[in-house]
């Protein structure tokens, strides 16, 4: 079974940057990030593979990092060049493909999510 807790999120102003975490617990193989703002559906932001593959939506490039520290127990999401259109909250989720991919069918475990909000 695999818990994953959420933790970083807040309010930035337009440019600004947050750092998101979370804590992952039991066996995985690729973990991503989510988000989802009011009304609208869950979209992929970020994906990394146990194989070491990554997995960035158009809007994340180049703005986004997705990273993990080398016991891969933690996941990161350092979110630089903030804006509006980010606010939603943000989950991280875990499942067994080895290859990072950002297709929701793919995760079957999801943390609670951190709320972040770009005025």
């Known amino acids: 079974h695999v818990q994953l807790v959420e933790s970083g999120g807040g309010s930035a102003q337009t440019g600004g940057s947050l750092r998101l975490s979370c804590v992952v617990s039991?066996?995985?193989?690729?973990v991503a990030w989510f988000r989802q703002a009011p009304g609208t559906t869950r979209e992929g932001v970020a994906g990394?593979?146990?194989?070491?593959?990554?997995s960035y939506a158009e809007f994340a490039e180049g703005r986004f990092t997705i990273s993990s520290n080398y016991a891969k127990n933690m996941l990161y999401l350092q979110m630089n060049n903030l804006i509006p259109e980010d606010t939603a909250m943000y989950y991280c989720?875990?499942?067994?493909?080895?290859?990072?991919?950002?297709?929701?069918?793919?995760?079957?475990?999801w943390g609670q999510g951190t709320q972040v909000t770009v005025s």
């Open positions: 990394l593979g146990d194989d070491g593959s990554t």
């Open positions: 039991g066996d995985h193989r690729m």
């Open positions: 989720a875990a499942g067994g493909s080895p290859a990072a991919t950002l297709r929701l069918s793919k995760f079957g475990y």
